[in-house]
Nanobody, 114 residues
Framework: QVQLVESGGGLVQPGGSLRLSCAAS????????LGWYRQAPGKERELVGF??????TSYGDSVKGRFTISRDNTKTVSLYMNNLGLEDTAIYYC?????????WGEGTLVTVSS
């Protein structure tokens, strides 16, 4: 059972940047899928972006060009977010697929407000 813990959320002004981290309880080097989702108040959870074990990445249209997923080491994945807007306010969740099992963190809240 892999535990995932997100951190780095908080309050940021429009146009600002944040880095979210997802720390795993064990190595996720062989994870097939490393992803970030978000859920805004009153909305369904949506895919922010993901990275495959080959290093390829894909992003949702709403964050493309502003967000970047990075595998920092064997246990940490980061989401770099730039030029944040009010619409980016949400709880952000990291998820991995490892050994055929999908694991989720508890989420970290990002609030974009002036």
């Amino acid at each position: 059972q892999v535990q995932l813990v997100e951190s780095g959320g908080g309050l940021v002004q429009p146009g600002g940047s944040l880095r979210l981290s997802c720390a795993a309880s064990e190595s996720i080097y062989s994870a097939y899928f490393l992803g970030w989702y978000r859920q805004a108040p009153g909305k369904e959870r949506e895919l922010v972006g993901f990275m495959t074990n080959g290093g390829g990445t894909s992003y949702g249209d709403s964050v493309k060009g502003r967000f970047t997923i990075s595998r920092d080491n064997t246990k940490t994945v980061s989401l770099y977010m730039n030029n944040l807007g009010l619409e980016d306010t949400a709880i952000y969740y990291c998820t991995i697929r490892l050994g055929g099992v999908q694991y989720w963190g508890e989420g970290t809240l990002v609030t974009v407000s002036s």
